[in-house]
């Protein structure tokens, strides 16, 4: 079950590579703008990459409200790279290869289809205190978020 609101976000320091491999921690965003976490199963599967795609066009209805939007998955991040350029993905892809961060946040999905366990579909706020404002995780992997409801509770910590 995907952490509930009002918890304290639990942090992350996890790789990312776009171009030099890189440390992305949660830490770094606390106190200055809100974060939007997405979870998402797999890379080069075609719900991920559609609203990963849709996401990353869409990144500057996100900047407005104040926020930064990290998508995370449990893919290597020299593959997370590659489906970036191939898709061209501008946002922050973060490798969760160890599973630790998807358990921390209540959506590690055990033996997803008989393939392994994966992080499920799923969408935070933190706010700038680092605390929870909105917690999602869709009913299945195929489901997206309710973006909607995403922009309108970021409207209100501006």
Known sequence: MAISIGSKAPD????????????????DYIGKSNVVLLFFPFAFTSVCTAEMCDISSGLGAYEALNAKVIGIS????????AWAKKENISMTL????????????GTLIE??????????????????????QYSEQTPTPKDLPNFEAIKAKLAQLK
Do not use: C, W
């Open 12 to 27: 992350f320091t996890l790789k990312s590579k776009l171009g030099e491999m890189t440390d992305v921690h949660l830490g």
């Open 74 to 81: 449990i893919d290597s991040p020299f593959a997370q790279e």
């Open 94 to 105: 973060v490798s969760d290869l160890n599973k630790d961060t998807a358990f921390a946040y």
């Open 111 to 132: 033996n997803l289809a008989g393939i392994g366990s994966t992080s499920g579909r799923a969408a935070f706020i933190i706010d700038k205190a680092g605390v929870i």
